[in-house]
Each structure stands twice: as structure tokens, then as C-alpha cells.
């Protein structure tokens, strides 16, 4: 099995900025097709923000209007969110996708539990 954990959450202003982390490790051999960012807001579907691919090609949520930056360290395993200009309206809690090849077989999708960003003066 592969665990995703994320941190970087937490209370901020608007207008500043967050990063996020998402870090994936295993017991096993496993290499990682696509990593993602998720968030599902109180009443609300949960909705991509932003997916990174093996060859680091991005994919944003249009609703993003150009505010988020996904990237990827392969030698950490790990992918950040940037967000930049922080409104209240996203707040939410933000999930770590991950798409990973497990053993060179086995491929399966992994979410992390989860970390609360909360926008608010």
C-alpha cells in the first residue's frame, strides 16, 4: 500500500499565499504516474485544483483563474500546491491525489487524508 500525507494547512489572510505538501511512501517498489490536488469545500463536491503528470505536465481547474502552481520533486516523491492570493472562498479542506504503479503492476489511486486551509481575517 502507498500513503499520501499532506501538511502546509492552516489559518491565513487573504491576499497571502500557501504552499502545501504532499508527500508519498511505501513499503514496496512503486513509481507515481500522476500526483493531484483535490478540495471539497463544507456542502460542497469535492473538485480538482490541479494534477501533475509523470512527465510534469499540468492540468488546472479553470476556476483557478491562473491562482494555483503545481510541482513535483520525484526524488522526494512529493508534490506542492502554491496558491497564490488566498480568497475566503477557498477554504476547504485540500486532498493529495496520487496515481501510482505499485511493484510495476499493480496501479491504483491514493488519497491522503486531508489538510484544512481556512482563509479569514
Known amino acids: 500500500q502507498v500513503h499520501l500525507v499532506e501538511s502546509g494547512g492552516g489559518l491565513v489572510q487573504p491576499g497571502k499565499s500557501l504552499t502545501l505538501s504532499c508527500a508519498a511512501s511505501?513499503?514496496?517498489?512503486?513509481?507515481?504516474?500522476?500526483m493531484g490536488w483535490y478540495r471539497q469545500a463544507p456542502g460542497k463536491e469535492r473538485e480538482l485544483v490541479a494534477r501533475?503528470?509523470?512527465?510534469?505536465?499540468?492540468n488546472y481547474a479553470d476556476s483557478g483563474n491562473g491562482r494555483f502552481t503545481i510541482s513535483r520533486d520525484s526524488a522526494r516523491n512529493t508534490a506542492y500546491l502554491y496558491i497564490n492570493s488566498l480568497k475566503p472562498e477557498d477554504t476547504a479542506v485540500y486532498y493529495c491525489?496520487?496515481?501510482?504503479?505499485?511493484?510495476?503492476?499493480?496501479?491504483?489511486?491514493?488519497w491522503g487524508q486531508g489538510t484544512q486551509v481556512t482563509v479569514s481575517s
Open positions: 501533475i503528470d509523470s512527465g510534469g505536465r499540468t
Open positions: 511505501s513499503g514496496s517498489i512503486f513509481s507515481i504516474n500522476a
Open positions: 491525489f496520487a496515481k501510482i504503479t505499485v511493484a510495476g503492476i499493480h496501479v491504483n489511486d491514493y
